[in-house]
């Protein structure tokens, strides 16, 4: 497959604490470490692993993170040629703290948030040699509907990631072939009350999603719409070392199998967001297309 993943590149800077501070708390944490992560590199890396023909449209700082970052893409195998270097603005930066097998993560988005509608013109024919374009929102809204229309303009798949979650107008919800939110992106981005509970956003996915919304929910798997029914797809047990990008892994595994049976491309893409968890950092974890086919005779799926 052809993937064209249009979206954010980082370096995040990772601690690990116990507990989490309450405001104007300081708390002692564990260990620290740098990683390579951006939803949107994550998702180019997590597809490119998995034996698709990958690149990248994205923009990263004048400086040593934006350099290493591209270098690092490289070694992927990812097209970076789509890749612009702004000046006066940093790399993206995640500070990301792991608590309680879990993550939350404050996102700088520097020069993923310069990128414009211009940048993205420029490697039309990244858009026309594509299969599948992948978005996600660390980058501004109005790149993600100008990809989006392009997208149905050469009648391509365009999986929109709603992360970080906001709220998105409905041409683009309508216009996207697959909507990959977890729960609570589900959760703001169909207006759910603050309070509602997991359970609460299950039933209205299960009651009035669309066909083309497929829901992430971390240890419960995955929900998607199959000949007019909902199915879910489990999670696979592994070891949690660290969540951070396992959300990513989905969608660009999903990018990577998009010609196969939905149920297929779904089961592939959850199996490997499961093992992209047993490893630290967003990307440590990812299978290559190897790792994953072993994974799954293992599991017996
Ligand atoms: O989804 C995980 C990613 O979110 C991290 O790599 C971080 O950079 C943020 O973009």
């Given at each position: 497959m052809n993937v064209?993943?249009?979206?954010?590149?980082?370096?995040?800077?990772?601690?690990?604490?116990?507990?989490?501070?309450?405001?104007?708390?300081?708390?002692?944490?564990?260990?620290?470490?740098?990683?390579s992560g951006g939803k949107g590199a994550n998702q180019a890396v997590a597809a490119a692993r998995l034996g698709a023909k990958v690149s990248m449209i994205a923009a990263v700082g004048n400086d040593e993170m934006?350099?290493?970052?591209?270098?690092?893409?490289?070694?992927?195998?990812?097209?970076?040629?789509?890749?612009?270097?702004?000046?006066?603005?940093?790399?993206?930066?995640?500070?990301?703290?792991?608590?309680?097998?879990?993550?939350?993560?404050?996102?700088?988005?520097?020069?993923?948030?310069?990128l414009s509608i211009d940048d993205i013109e420029k490697n039309q024919h990244k858009i026309q040699s594509a299969d599948v374009i992948v978005c996600s929102l660390e980058i501004p809204l109005e790149c993600v509907q100008y990809a989006c229309w392009q997208a149905k303009r050469y009648n391509k798949h365009f999986i929109l990631n709603p992360a970080p979650a906001q709220n998105l107008p409905d041409e683009l919800l309508e216009n996207a072939t697959l909507i990959t939110p977890n729960v609570w992106e589900y959760a703001k981005l169909f207006r759910l009350p603050e309070n509602s509970?997991?359970?609460?956003?299950?039933?209205?996915?299960?009651?009035?999603?669309?066909?083309?919304?497929?829901?992430?929910?971390?240890?419960?798997?995955?929900?998607?719409?199959?000949?007019?029914?909902?199915?879910?797809?489990?999670?696979?047990?592994?070891?949690?070392?660290?969540?951070?990008?396992?959300?990513?892994?989905?969608?660009?595994?999903?990018?990577?199998?998009?010609?196969?049976?939905?149920?297929?491309?779904?089961?592939?893409?959850?199996?490997?967001?499961?093992?992209?968890?047993?490893?630290?950092?967003a990307r440590n974890g990812m299978p290559s297309a190897q790792e994953l086919e072993k994974f799954l005779e293992e599991n017996g799926a």
């Amino acid at each position: 497959m052809n993937v064209l993943v249009i979206g954010s590149i980082n370096t995040d800077f990772v601690v690990e604490s116990e507990v989490l501070p309450q405001l104007g708390e300081t708390v002692l944490g564990k260990n620290f470490s740098m990683h390579s992560g951006g939803k949107g590199a994550n998702q180019a890396v997590a597809a490119a692993r998995l034996g698709a023909k990958v690149s990248m449209i994205a923009a990263v700082g004048n400086d040593e993170m934006g350099q290493r970052e591209i270098e690092i893409l490289k070694q992927e195998k990812i097209d970076t040629t789509g890749i612009v270097i702004k000046n006066g603005v940093s790399t993206g930066i995640a500070v990301i703290t792991l608590s309680q097998n879990d993550n939350c993560i404050i996102v700088v988005g520097g020069a993923n948030l310069a990128l414009s509608i211009d940048d993205i013109e420029k490697n039309q024919h990244k858009i026309q040699s594509a299969d599948v374009i992948v978005c996600s929102l660390e980058i501004p809204l109005e790149c993600v509907q100008y990809a989006c229309w392009q997208a149905k303009r050469y009648n391509k798949h365009f999986i929109l990631n709603p992360a970080p979650a906001q709220n998105l107008p409905d041409e683009l919800l309508e216009n996207a072939t697959l909507i990959t939110p977890n729960v609570w992106e589900y959760a703001k981005l169909f207006r759910l009350p603050e309070n509602s509970s997991s359970d609460d956003v299950w039933h209205h996915f299960q009651q009035y999603s669309s066909p083309s919304t497929v829901m992430t929910c971390g240890i419960h798997g995955v929900l998607y719409h199959h000949n007019h029914l909902v199915y879910n797809q489990p999670a696979f047990e592994v070891g949690v070392v660290d969540t951070t990008g396992a959300g990513d892994t989905f969608n660009g595994a999903l990018a990577a199998f998009f010609d196969l049976p939905c149920t297929d491309a779904i089961r592939y893409a959850a199996a490997a967001a499961s093992l992209s968890v047993t490893r630290h950092g967003a990307r440590n974890g990812m299978p290559s297309a190897q790792e994953l086919e072993k994974f799954l005779e293992e599991n017996g799926a």
